[in-house]
């Protein structure tokens, strides 16, 4: 059997709909030695802000029932530092690179979009507009549908290549600000990101993350995950990018049948490096054992009588 | 396969040896060649079948028979993930990422080399002390716990170096701290440690005000074990290093400790 598994994103011809997740996947050469990583539909590599940023005090990681909450706070080096030491060093992989881009300011995100707009090699951004772990803008700007809509037209006047926004589902309607974003010029929308959450030791009466809140990811987030997916999918017509606790192939289905175009996978990354390549495979024997030559056919199949 | 690439591999576990009611020593077996292994590298666990013990579990490589492709990990039950492992039967896999981490800097012109290891914290000493015997030296090693049944493994260090022992409540050698055990009078040179953060930062602070270089190796929580969520750093003189990659192992000069 023949199979299609070519998906698009705006400008972006992904291979198959499975990308990895900024944050859990470095820039990419950490996960070399037990990947091919020219095989996926693309990666996003770690938050990127216009200046270094130390992130926030250890502890920032916090282990929770099937999931972790984590505050790293945007730890990275500058998008000066990006495009001079490690893009050289990654613009070689055979797959899309999108970078992930933050700020605390409407015009951080225009100047940092606006020097990643120059790397041939990059042909897509993630806006992020949903961080949870940082003081000053991240979440702020995506959880109401004016900062939104402000931060992501602006980027749009600079940046000319693929954009995607990442949306926050700490928000009560997620589905408004997917519509705001694609009014400004979105060309697709990922989600979710993080949760926010606490854990707290009883014992010492501590809170486990030095930043008090954090962001809750892994399998304790997917029916979340999918609910907001299957919102955002019934208001916009832009792709969407579906991700929060996908472990293997069939969290991956579910998501693209909830109408996602493609997924990311994230935390499954730590506990099992080669877990994307499994689910790349996983999305292949699944068409077959359906019958579905073209893996568009999947995106928002569920049945809903 | 390149030989020095880490592997995320299912390793059978050829023995399971259990120390006391706390502490047991696995043994994993690859089915191909190991990759070089460094002291003071360690391995990523999977714990399966669990909610809670969902990320894996870092564990210090105890000792390597290359000869069997087979590596040992000592492991100190304090949780479910630790609890489960210790079930492991002979025969059972169990999925590890290795090698991973820097390891101990084993080049080295001292001649006076002090391990001091604080409970459990003695697991990446051992391969250590084995390192430095095929440099023609032989090490102090000083073993520190609570008390008597937290001083494990003797017999195997005892081949390896000088034993001396201490225990906060005196069941077993010198009565105390480590910091306050006799051989550290002793004209020493360098100093390797792993243990309680408090203790290694007093070994540190003691290293520091006598001028004897000292490497740590850090125990902080990891997730993903290879550098790529940044969940694991520590504050350096450069910023924040990750513990997984940068470490476990640092050189105490190079830490932001507090030191005199
Ligand atoms: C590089 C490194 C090497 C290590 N080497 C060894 C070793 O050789 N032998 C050994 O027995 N242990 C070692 N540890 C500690 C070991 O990883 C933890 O004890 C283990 O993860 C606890 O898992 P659990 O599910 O049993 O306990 P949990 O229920 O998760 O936790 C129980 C207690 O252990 C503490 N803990 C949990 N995770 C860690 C962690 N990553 N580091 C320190 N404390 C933790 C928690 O704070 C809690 O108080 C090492 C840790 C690191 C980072
Ligand atoms: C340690 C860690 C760091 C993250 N860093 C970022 C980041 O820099 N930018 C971002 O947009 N999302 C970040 N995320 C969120 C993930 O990209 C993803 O949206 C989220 O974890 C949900 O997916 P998952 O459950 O598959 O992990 C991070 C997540 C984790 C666990
Ligand atoms: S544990 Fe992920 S970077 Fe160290």
Redesign the interface.
Known sequence: MDLNTRIKIGGLDLKNPVMTAS????YGP??E??IDINRLGGIVV?GTTLHHR??N????????????L?A?GL?NKGVDVFCKDIYPSIKHYDTNILVNVSGSTVEEYIETAARINELDHIPGIELNISCPNVKEGGMAFGTSCPSAVAVTHAVREVYKKTMVVKLSPNVTNIAEIAKAVQDVGADGVSLINTLLGIAVDAETRKPLLSTITGGLS?PAVKPVALRMVWQVSKAVNIPIIGMGGIMNATDAIEFMLAGASAIQVG?A??????VSMKIVDGIEDYMRRHGVTDVNDLIGAMIED | MNTDKKRAEDLTVVENRKINKDYYVLKLASKTDLPKIKAGQFVELLVEDTRNAFLRRPISIYDVQPECNSFELLIQIVGEGTQLMSQLQTGDTINTMYPLGNGFQTETKSKNILLVGGGVGLAPLLYLAKKLNDKGIRPKILLGGRAENNIIEIDNFEKYGDIFISTEDGSLGEKGFVTQHSVMNESIDKIYTCGPDPMMRAVGDIAFSKNIDCEVSLENMMACGIGACLCCVTDTKEGHKCVCTDGPVFNTNELKWNIA
């Open positions: 944050g859990t996947f470095g950490e996960f030695d037990f770690k130390e992130g005090a250890y502890p920032r990681m916090a282990e929770t029932p099937s999931g972790m984590n790293v730890q892994g935390t990354n730590f506990i099992d490096p080669t």
